[in-house]
RNA sequence: GGCGCGGUAGCUCAGUUGGUUAGAGCGCAGGAUUCAUAAUCCUGAGGUCGGGGGUUCGGGUCCCCCCCACGCUACCA
């Protein structure tokens, strides 16, 4: 594969409905800028594409709840997208939305495409319809009880109290959010994409890189993570997917295919697309031509996403490119996976999270120092954490200590000696070199070094290792301070002014560097740092191409004589009671939200549907796990006048004998079913906490078997 | 239960196709130093590389079994 004329990087599109996390940020939003802001540095051609999701249930429901119109929902978060993404620095090219017109235009003709070239199957099945608000309920419209843990307002595709993923047939006393009525069964029919019948290529692709006997990528460039998980949906079998659902938010199905009418495009036609419309919008914005980005063989298209959307972008979205025809294939999808907050799951729903909206507010001033942390700790190849001792000791240890201490040196030093002009040197001159104490090395030899750093950083960058490159860019800095450290410039000034100033340059040249190197991970850092060192703003042009040039020929990036400005604390430290109050909000949010959740009580029934209930009392005398079933354990029941087997979901919580004994409640005569094939006869009552936990309903010890509750 | 990514120093993590005494940062202990935001630099302690077996002259790295965490998936009357 030759290098690429040009590269088209995309970030997940952030759905608009909430706002967005550092979890977010790590995983699919810094490492593409510090991607393209690196591209854009060594002068190619990138275009980086990003947008708002805008479509959907979730949306609609939401704006039901609060009254609202979903436009109002989408222009919301698409705002405060734009302007966070703007603050912490997110350097997009075009920010788009899924909800302008050229996006839908766009996603009708790819559906259109697909159509007419006879991709789809036509699928019919039996969908939820609200009889009085006539129409088909989407999986978020249904609410009912949840199978798993009888929470009362399960959606249709989730219950967000276990967290468990349904489909809406699951759900007990199905109701509909736009009626409360309970839904009827309807037929419904819907275009599929048979992602069956292109397994084959999918599977070539992923494994290998070829399409069409054309080797596209390389997989040993992909990620451990991203192609196990391909593999075993693709080893799982692919089904064919919905590409259309009943919805009434979201991109119409084109109205003249039969059939269209009351159809939206589901997710997988509307999304992904919604990076092409938003290269077209972009190049209509700057006169470009959006074609060769999609279409041409030596474009680069590169996904960073997060671990959720690894199937999604790496088979479905490939998939629909390549029926379409004319479209690449992305060359890499460096997927993340998740970042953890203080040791546990970061939860909007439980409001577990640091917002980046409010972090810019709070911290403004201090975007880089987030990036930083977050960039250090991202979570690449496996989940990571954050913490704000953590953020707190990486700010304190190493971008105040090491980088802008080292920068603070520099200038000090220099503005000390020299008025702030970059000293005049003897290149003859000997030094101590900066990578051991006892060795002498030349000018030259020294601008090798911070070659090799520079050349450090980049390579990483390339192979989307962002961790090890900035640890490389920490290095250049490190190794600046053992200069200084191994020259002891206030030292020797009075002895040996000559060597100083070989010392003195050298320090100007590599904090130069880093105000290019450090870009793509501290933007606003570079900028600053430019100013204090009087040089040209960064307009990301090919500036580090241009410097890796001049030091790979050993010449000096500031010339002799350059006046500098004056140096300003880059970085300050960060102290415990910032620190201590973050955390105290953490815990401050989360207990609000934790407020205990009641669930709401069912409806009333007669004294006669209760004495439908045979509850009985009774003793568990054995129990054993079930084979392949995490959750069940199958007990036998002492009801004194017979034994009974029940099938019963507690694994999680009991071991099988430590519950030999147990008096029980059992409801006698319930209809018996079958689980993993034995006959439960009966269920167990157990009561359930907050978190989920259970616990046994029992009579009182020693009570006897087989009598009745009531 | 099935599949997948992981399990390396107190903490956060690197360890390419198997090859000499297993590394980095932070923390800790000593020392040097003062230009610098009590910053910097040097030295040191600290690891049966999750456990067990195997292949090999040689295994953190390859193979098999097991344990743990996470994710997807099935089961939850």
């Known amino acids: 594969m030759n290098e690429p004329k040009r590269y088209l990087v995309t970030s997940a599109l952030p759905y608009a409905n909430g706002p967005l996390h550092i979890g977010h940020l790590a995983g699919a939003y810094l490492s593409a800028d510090i991607f393209v802001r690196y591209l854009r540095l060594m ?113 249709g595709d989730q219950c967000e109290n276990c967290g468990s993923t349904l489909s809406p047939t699951d759900l007990i006393e199905p109701r509909s959010t736009l009626s409360g009525n309970k839904p009827v069964l309807k037929t419904t029919t819907h275009w599929y994409l048979p992602l069956d019948k292109y397994e084959a290529w999918l599977r070539e692709w992923v494994e290998t890189g070829v399409v069409d006997g054309e080797k596209q990528h390389e997989p040993n460039a992909w990620k451990n993570h991203v192609l196990g998980q391909c593999k075993s949906w693709l080893d799982g079998g692919l089904q064919p997917r919905a590409m259309t659902r009943d919805l009434s938010w979201g991109v119409d199905v084109p109205q003249e295919i039969p059939g269209a009418e009351g159809k939206k495009l589901y997710v997988w036609m509307d999304a992904p697309i919604g990076y092409i419309s938003s290269t077209k919008q972009w190049a209509a914005d700057n006169g470009k031509d959006w074609k060769p980005y999609w279409q041409d063989k030596d474009t680069a298209l590169v996904h960073f996403i997060g671990k959720d959307n690894i199937v999604f972008h790496c088979l479905i979205f490939p998939a629909i490119l390549k029926a379409a025809g004319d479209y690449i294939l992305p060359v890499n999808v460096p997927a993340n996976q998740f970042m953890n907050l203080e040791g546990r799951k970061i939860s909007t729903s439980k409001n577990w999270a640091v917002w980046v909206h409010e972090y810019v507010q709070e911290f403004e001033g201090r975007e880089d120092e987030l990036r930083y942390n977050m960039i250090k700790n991202m979570p690449e ?197 910032v620190i201590d ?89 319930l209809a018996p079913r079958k689980l993993r094939g034995v006959e439960s006869q009966g269920m167990i009552l157990m009561a359930e906490n907050e978190k989920g936990e259970l616990g046994f309903v029992s009579p009182p010890k020693d009570w006897v078997t087989g009598f009745t509750v009531r």
Request: aromatic share 10%.
């Open 43 to 155: 002068g190619k051609d990138v275009v980086y594409i990003g947008g708002s999701d805008e479509h959907g249930a979730a949306i609609t429901i939401r704006a039901k709840k609060e009254g609202i119109t979903p436009r109002e929902i989408i222009d919301k978060y698409h705002t405060l997208f734009e302007d966070t993404f703007r603050r912490i620095g997110i350097s997009y090219d075009k920010y788009h939305r899924t909800s302008e017109p050229i996006h839908h235009e766009t996603s009708q003709e790819f559906f259109r495409k697909l159509y007419d070239k006879g991709e789809f199957v036509e699928q019919t099945t039996e969908q939820y319809f609200d009889e009085s608000a006539k129409q088909f309920l989407a999986d978020r419209y249904i609410i009912g009880t949840c199978p798993k843990c009888n929470h009362t307002e399960a959606y």
């Open 381 to 577: 190849n496996r989940d990571s954490e954050f913490t704000w001792k953590g953020y707190q000791e990486t700010n304190n240890n190493e971008l105040v200590n090491n980088l802008g201490n080292f920068i603070n040196r520099v200038l000090v030093l220099t503005n000390k000696y020299y008025g702030g002009v970059v000293p005049a040197i003897d290149q003859r001159q000997r030094i101590n070199s900066s990578l051991a104490p006892e060795e002498s090395a030349s000018y030259k030899e020294e601008l090798r070094v911070l070659y090799e750093g520079l050349r450090n950083v980049s390579v990483n960058i390339k192979k989307y290792e962002f961790r090890a490159a900035l640890t490389a860019l920490m290095e250049i800095s490190s190794k600046g301070n053992q200069l200084l450290q191994f020259n002891e410039p206030w030292k020797r000034q009075k002895t040996e002014p000559e060597d100083v100033k070989v010392v003195m340059n050298l320090g100007v040249q590599i904090v130069a560097a880093l105000s290019v190197a450090c870009r793509p991970f501290l933007p606003f850092t570079s900028d600053k740092l430019r100013t204090m060192l009087n040089l040209p703003a960064i307009e990301e042009q090919g500036e580090l191409q241009a410097i890796l040039e001049k030091l790979e020929q050993n010449e000096a990036i500031v010339p002799e004589g350059h006046q500098i400005g004056k140096g300003a604390y880059l970085f300050e430290r960060i102290k415990d009671d």
């Open 581 to 669: 109050a973050q955390i105290a909000k953490l815990e401050a949010a989360n207990a609000a939200n934790a407020g205990v959740e009641y669930e709401a009580v069912k409806d009333t029934i007669q004294f006669d549907d209760f004495s439908k209930l045979d509850l009985r009392t009774g003793k568990i005398i054995a129990a054993e796990k079930m084979k392949k079933a995490k959750k069940l354990l199958k007990l036998t029941v002492d009801l004194g006048f017979e034994e009974r087997t029940v099938v019963s979901g507690i694994a999680e919580f009991f071991k099988p004998e430590d519950i030999i004994g147990q008096e029980i409640v059992l409801v006698a005569n």
